[in-house]
């Protein structure tokens, strides 16, 4: 479990140019949950999942692994990044072995692992975000986007994290692609109990597939729950510049015109069952028009 208590940190702390991109935050982040972290650009976001894993230290306030403050002075923030893993945005950053089977290794090799143990991990990472053993010795580099995120989360499971940060995982993906990943990410959270904070400014993948929401503005947490309950305060979202799902002002489009259904489905399948209960409701508005 993860507890941030009154976090804050500033960029630039002491001078004219001071930022304060996270500003006394505190929540917790229990084992096994699938969060969903979104808001605009520069609200807080990579700076919150930074400070999670020590990659930053924090101004003020306390982070806390287990219980364990992971800024205390003495405290193993390498040993850390074995439980609380995070893959960047653009996987570029993470790759740069020979090949796809080395530079999965490279985690579990800074572990103090044996090479026999780093090669099992490996393989068994790369086997469960999909590849097979005939791409463990292609270069990195020759990988399409896709398969380059999925090479990166490999290089971070290999290390068998407890917790898996993943900034915007799915970006400059094709819909297929991007739906590869996050069936993926769920798989791993569903049949590993792996804790997955996911960052991402899609709403309908985060309508889809977490099942709590943490909405992020100028540093400060402005709403968290569950996604129906997130979703439900559209207009709040639209203060700060994001949105909901559009199939909730489809919904709610609907609901104005007069037919009586629940406005609160996520997903496109979730709306087609609710209005096929009232289709007689939707034949006589028609016939109204």
Do not use: W
């Amino acid at each position: 479990m993860i507890e941030v208590k009154d976090a804050c940190y500033t960029y630039e702390a002491g001078t004219a140019m001071a930022v304060n991109a996270i500003d006394h935050i505190t929540t917790t982040i229990p084992d096994g949950q699938f969060i969903g972290l979104i808001g605009h650009t520069g609200s807080g976001k990579s700076t919150f999942v930074q400070l999670l894993n020590g990659l930053i230290k924090c101004s003020s306030g306390q982070v806390l692994y287990n219980g364990e403050d992971i800024n205390a002075d003495g405290y193993d923030r390498r040993n850390l990044r074995s439980h609380v893993g995070l893959v960047f945005q653009y996987p570029e950053h993470q790759l740069f072995e020979t090949d796809i089977l080395t530079d999965v290794m490279f985690g579990p090799k800074n572990q103090g692992l044996s090479e026999e143990e780093c090669r099992e991990r490996a393989k068994e990472a790369l086997l469960s975000v999909g590849f097979s053993e005939r791409h463990f010795s292609q270069s990195p580099f020759d990988l399409s986007g896709g398969q380059k995120r999925r090479a990166a989360i490999a290089g971070v499971l290999a290390m068998r994290p407890d917790v898996l940060i993943l900034d915007e995982p799915t970006a400059g993906l094709d819909p297929k692609g991007r739906d590869n990943i996050l069936e993926m990410i769920s798989e791993l959270n569903r049949t590993h109990d792996i804790t997955i904070l996911l960052v991402s400014h899609s709403m309908e993948d985060v309508a889809r597939y977490v099942e709590r929401i943490m909405v992020m503005d100028s540093g400060h947490f402005i709403l968290d729950g569950a996604p129906a309950e997130v979703f439900a305060q559209a207009e709040k979202l639209e203060e700060v510049g994001l949105a909901a799902p559009q199939i909730t002002y489809i919904m709610r489009k609907l609901k104005a015109r007069g037919l009586n259904i629940q406005t609160d489905a996520l997903t496109y399948e979730e709306a087609a069952e609710e209005i096929l209960k009232h289709r007689s409701e939707l034949e006589a508005l028609r016939t109204q028009e």
